[in-house]
């Protein structure tokens, strides 16, 4: 299978995942078509009356490869483009190896301030050599467990 089919297969994957999780909470999911740039997932509470538009970032482990890490897409020299942008919730999921999913649930605002702490630590960060700005940005599960299954910060 060719790769980058593969990464589409796994991407669809997570966003069907979290529409299913959706389903279950008594909100209404509604997948976007033709891989909107902007977000993955539209969701609805009616008991609230409240709507969000949702990104989904998903990773898989596969071939003894274990992923732990999250592209999101832009490089550090565009950060501050990128974080002003930045006006949805994300919801990352990890499929481990049994094909088992872990949803960590982040509002924008928690979202931009992992992004700034996680990156500047990586930047700043004492090397021999100084470190070329336009590395992609990506940020680590560790550095999300404590939104493990926050649904409600959908929401924020």
């Not at 089919?5 to 008594?26: P, R, S």
């Not at 274990?66 to 919801?91: A, I, M």
Request: net charge negative; with cysteine.
């Amino acid at each position: 299978m060719k790769k980058d089919f593969k990464k589409h297969l796994i991407g669809t994957a997570g966003e069907l995942a979290v529409a299913n999780m959706l389903c279950l909470k008594g909100w209404v999911p509604s997948l976007t078509s033709n891989n909107c740039p902007s977000f993955d997932v539209f969701g609805y509470d009616p008991e609230n009356m409240k709507s969000c538009v949702i990104q989904v970032k998903t990773t898989k482990e596969e071939d003894g490869i274990k992923r732990t890490s999250y592209q999101l897409g832009f490089s550090h020299d565009r950060r501050e483009e990128w974080l002003g942008d930045l006006n949805c919730p994300y919801v990352f999921v990890h499929i481990d190896k049994d094909n088992k999913h872990r949803f960590f649930i982040l509002s924008a605002l928690e979202l931009k301030d992992i992004i700034i702490r996680t990156d500047d630590e990586y930047f700043f960060k004492a090397r021999q050599k100084p470190i070329d700005p336009t590395y992609p940005v990506a940020i680590q599960v560790k550095d999300i467990e404590e939104f493990e299954d926050k649904w409600n910060n959908l929401w924020k």
